[in-house]
């Protein structure tokens, strides 16, 4: 019994050191172990660049890199701010009329689950590049929050809903007062998953304009790079990409703490 | 049993002959009269799902009878766009992502008195006693602190009538001693009519002027008992010979309420 009190009296500080340095941890001795191979094996970069090697190239090529991060993130951030207005958008238009909803949600969800590589080359056939890039980013981010709001939308407590009819709210009353804070936990969840997404869309339609001849984001630099056999500068682009998905993702977190860490269970760290 | 005397006062609402049928089906009420009249504090005492809550939310506006029909005084008819009463739920129902004070103050914004809200946010607190947690959040309250809140919204438009389903049934038992005693202080000094549904004969004895029993489900008006003691009513009361008295008379009613049903 002892031996329990003592491991749930592990202080909270404690325990955050660990989850920050265990991972640290891995990394340093991933890339320790990962250089260590490439020297030892002798192994060439055109097969395996180092992580020295990767590193420098990164800054070295830092002039072409950092150009198209920016092209890429742009797209990114384009893309999840429109598929977070278009999600929510129409999850509230679905909630007012359930005509509309009947009408469009199976489309929704055939644009979901049919592969975005598979729609980018049609997409690039019929607008213009940049739209091109920007429509995959949304197709794909779009759909969890729209899906994550209508849920949220629908999760009000009946008692709450009984007491602003008792009160003679208005709808437009209802949707803001009621539904919208009620589902923002769901919101944030579904943007959340959204920011990753819409970074994988850009990539993918990159990837698809790259090899249609045309593109200067990061995507496109590892499919060049990979025709010139420079994998070093591959890699340093799968980095920088890595670095910016990990980047969207605390900063959805942050935000999503930043607003619910008041009244949600979620953002609430319990006493034990 | 003593039935309690036809007053001369019109009703402030007549619920008569009101029959509720749920589209699956289950009859909730059959042929329910109800008068309550202005200032009293009824209750509705009655098994779990014997339809006291259905009556309580037709009451309020909140669902139509399916047969039978509610008359309002005609002074309450007339302001019935919402109608001015109070409703407090067996669950605090408080917004989560709001304040206490933004809780309270809901009533007034909905209905478009936000400007003149403050004064009366803070006044409603004040007589729940919970003036000085008006920027907590629902979750930082404890369980009978979140109920005060929503009293306090319910008080906040200074209704005639106060209808209560159940309110202190999820808290603990001095809890809701205190809150009992709060509440009639409440109505006491504030003179509104209350209908209170329980399924606690103690509770309902220490409280009401007037319990109506119903039947199990479907629910009609079983009895009506009087407890004449006098206000106000506190600790001495709950230990009085009167009040098991009456507990035991309130208890044989129900009881008979359930027989009277379990034959049919």
Known sequence: ????????ERSPVADRMLRVLLPI????????????????????????PGPHLVFSTLISDWAVLGASLFVTL???????????????GLAVLFNQSRLIEYSLYPYAVILQVTPVVAIAPLLLIYLPQQAAVLACAWIVAFFPVLANTTLGLRSVDHNLTDLFRLYGATRRQVLWELKLPAALPYILGGLKIAGGLSLIGAVVAEIAAGSAGAGSGLAYRIVESGYRLNIPRMFAALLLLSVAGIMIFFALSFVSHLLLRRWHESAIVREV | MPVYPSKSSAPVVALNSVGKTFANGVVALARLDLDVRP?????LLGPSGCGKSTALRIIAGLSEPTSGTVEWLEAEAASAGPRRLGFVFQE??????????????????????EPSAQARVDAALARVGLSGFAQSYPRELSGGMKMRTSIARALVTEPKLLLMDEPFAALDEITRF??????????????KTVVFVTHSVFESVYLSQRIVVMTRR?????????????YPRDERFRTSADYVGYCRHVSEALASASDATDQR
């Open chain 1, 1 to 8: 019994m002892s031996k329990t009190r003592a491991k749930d």
């Open chain 2, 178 to 191: 205190r809150l009992n005693n709060d509440l009639l202080a409440l109505w006491r000094s504030l003179g």
């Open chain 1, 74 to 88: 742009t797209t990114t951030l384009e893309g999840f701010l429109l598929a977070a207005a278009g999600g929510v």
């Open chain 2, 218 to 230: 479907p629910g009609r008006v079983f009895a009506e008992l009087a407890i004449d003691a006098p």
């Open chain 1, 25 to 48: 941890a891995m990394l340093a001795l991933g890339v320790v172990l990962w250089e260590l191979v490439v020297r030892v094996g002798d192994i060439p970069p055109y097969v395996l």
């Open chain 2, 92 to 113: 605090p129902t408080l917004m989560p992502w709001a304040t206490v004070a933004a809780n309270v103050r809901l009533p007034l914004k909905l209905a478009g008195l």
């Open chain 2, 39 to 43: 200032g009293e504090f009824v209750s």
